[in-house]
Nanobody, 122 residues
Framework: QVQLVESGGGLVQAGGSLRLSCAAS????????MGWFRQAPGNEREFVAA????????FYADFVKGRFTISRGNAKRTVYLQMNSLKPEDTAVYYC???????????????WGQGTQVTVSP
């Protein structure tokens, strides 16, 4: 079992930055790949970024490449999403999730956090 708790969301102006954190508990955290997803009102949950269990492999949705960076610290049981050059269209609830092996499909993730709201004003 893995429990996930996100933090770091908030209100920021366009062009600003936020760093989201996802704290994990559970003995097997370091064996899971981690992903970030987001969901805006009226939209499907969409993939943002993912990182392998070792941290050696990452991949991103096209709309965040060059702006967002995913990282993890297995000793601290935490995964991060550094978000720079934020745009109003990045406004959403952001979720972290865990699964065995990398992937971008929400249904393939086994564990989810409760989400943290990110709001980007024009």
């Amino acid at each position: 079992q893995v429990q996930l708790v996100e933090s770091g969301g908030g209100l920021v102006q366009a062009g600003g930055s936020l760093r989201l954190s996802c704290a994990a508990s559970g003995r097997t955290f370091s064996s899971y790949a981690m992903g970030w997803f987001r969901q805006a009102p009226g939209n499907e949950r969409e993939f943002v970024a993912a990182i392998s269990w070792s941290g050696g492999t990452t991949f991103y949705a096209d709309f965040v490449k060059g702006r967002f960076t995913i990282s993890r610290g297995n000793a601290k049981r935490t995964v991060y999403l550094q978000m720079n050059s934020l745009k109003p269209e990045d406004t959403a609830v952001y979720y972290c999730a865990a699964r065995r092996g990398l992937g971008s499909v929400p249904d393939e993730y086994d564990y989810w956090g409760q989400g943290t709201q990110v709001t980007v004003s024009p």
